[in-house]
């Protein structure tokens, strides 16, 4: 699976340690120092309690599929990439995550348990997670 010519994400200074991390295939997860709320997508200030006391924290990178949706076409969209799979994933440490899947329809159900992987960028030091299911 390669990702372009797939829309890359705006890498800002709130995001950067973020990118990096996927790109040496590490998933960070926001944790907030005051409630302890764990959570993503990455941002400064806490979305529960609105501190800025929020630190990196790496994911286990495992989690279950909460919500799915397949699309089988889709203009502009690589036919070797297709059918696609967004889905939110309710990750063991806690937040859900709007994310893709790679793997075959057919074989996933809500509540799948799956895991990251990460699809490298050719046009940015960042890379994409993606999870597939688990082979247990």
């Not at 372009?4 to 995001?15: D, G, N």
């Not at 089988?72 to 893709?100: C, F, H, K, Q």
Request: aromatic share 10%.
């Amino acid at each position: 699976m390669s990702w372009e010519p797939r829309p890359t994400p705006e890498i800002t200074p709130e995001t950067k340690r973020y990118w990096s991390a996927a790109a040496d295939e590490t998933l960070l997860v926001r944790e907030c120092g005051d409630c302890g709320l764990v959570h993503h997508y990455p941002r400064a200030y806490c979305p529960d309690c609105f501190s800025d006391d929020v630190n990196w924290r790496e994911a286990t990178g495992t989690g279950t599929v909460y919500s799915y949706s397949v699309t089988r076409t889709m203009s502009g969209w690589p036919d070797d990439d297709l059918p696609l799979i967004v889905a939110y994933v309710e990750l063991d440490d806690g937040p859900r995550m709007l994310t893709n899947l790679d793997c075959d329809p057919e074989a996933l159900d809500i509540g799948t348990r799956v895991e990251v992987r990460f699809v490298s960028l050719e046009s940015a030091d960042a890379a994409i997670p993606v999870f597939v299911p688990l082979e247990e």
